[in-house]
């Protein structure tokens, strides 16, 4: 939506983004279901991250930039899918986990494992801490 009011049609990334932010640059960075993290542009859409370590980004679900550049973001399940989500309630196991894309090194990695449907994450003003919402704790 335009601060006038009106809107625009933009980029199609895929069926249900489910977290998205404007970066510093003015990209958006999206959470695809079953493809990890996208930045998305006028120009173009870049997959940023897709697995951590072997085990594929099945759930990324919110995101967060931080002054540096790095992107936070929660995949709320290692095991199920957005379209067997509930799964992962029904099992009662942690399955979920926060990550860190660094857009120097390309690189993401695990900063926390083990979380219960980890889908909410918030920066502090100061950057000095992270809130991650679990949902089925």
Request: net charge negative.
């Amino acid at each position: 939506m335009h601060s006038n009011g009106s809107w625009e049609d933009w980029k199609m990334v895929g069926s249900t983004p489910l977290g998205l932010t404007v970066s510093k640059s003015g990209d958006v960075l999206v959470c695809m279901p079953n493809q990890g993290l996208l930045k998305v542009n006028d120009d173009q859409i870049f997959l940023l991250a897709s697995e951590v370590n072997g085990i594929p980004i099945r759930l990324a679900d919110a995101v967060v930039e931080a002054s540096d550049g790095s992107v936070y973001f929660s995949d709320a399940s290692t095991k199920f899918g957005y379209d067997r989500f509930f799964l992962d309630l029904l099992e009662a196991k942690p399955h979920g986990r926060l990550l860190k894309y660094d857009p120097i090194t390309k690189k993401t990695t695990v900063l926390l494992d083990g979380l219960g449907f980890a889908n909410g994450v918030a920066l502090s003003l100061e950057e000095d801490y992270i809130l991650i919402c679990e949902t089925w704790k």
